[in-house]
């Protein structure tokens, strides 16, 4: 059988390549990578958030193909069910399916105001109320999720699919010095210290700014 191939774009500011990549390292599934070029219009779609579907990441396993990564997360559980990207109990997972949802199609005003930019550093930047709104109800996510399965993920034990989902959320906190609860602090470094973080953040790292859109204070 042929190796999975999995489409994704860049590194430092492609959020939904990041949850669809990371969900499919923590399923465990054996994929190969390949990147569409910064100037794809593609690429500038998702991460510019000007596409009304979004094409990338992509998936390709076993003669199927899967975009939009909702839909890979499904999949993927249905591929690799023991590796729990959804919880194994019914109620968690209605739970869990209603948060990841819930960050798929929420939240506009954080994603425009404070893009994905791994890269950078904004000390001090200045969050504008609707943004602070989108991030507060983020918290209260984790927050109840905390108290409902007790840690040190979301939903338990293990990172699923709703840590994947909220892993760029992570990454933007970190990149304009936003401030949260201890709670929500040690839950952001046990996300950026996952072995699959840690290699997509070095490879971030390395990868050339070629998007000057995105380089923009907002």
Known sequence: MAKAVLTISSRNYGAW??????????????FTEKVIPPDDPAM??????????????????DGIEVWD??????YLHEVRPKAGLLPADRKARAHCRSVCGEMHSGFSALRSSLPMNIKARFPGFKVWS??????????????????????PYLFGKQPCMADAMYAPVVTRL????????????????????LPAMREWVAA????????DELDAEF
């Open 17 to 30: 390549a990041l949850r669809g990549w990371l969900m499919a390292r923590l399923a465990g599934l054996d």
């Open 44 to 61: 500038k779609a998702e991460i510019l958030l000007l596409a009304p579907s979004m094409l990338v990441p992509a998936l390709k396993h």
């Open 69 to 74: 990564t909702m839909a890979i997360g499904e």
């Open 130 to 151: 609707r943004a602070r709104d989108d991030i507060e109800r983020i918290l209260a996510v984790w927050q109840d999720c905390f108290a409902r399965y007790q840690g």
């Open 174 to 193: 970190l990149t304009y010095d936003v401030a949260v609860d201890p709670a929500s602090a040690a839950y952001c470094k046990r996300i950026m210290d």
């Open 204 to 211: 971030a790292r390395q990868e050339p700014d070629e998007i």
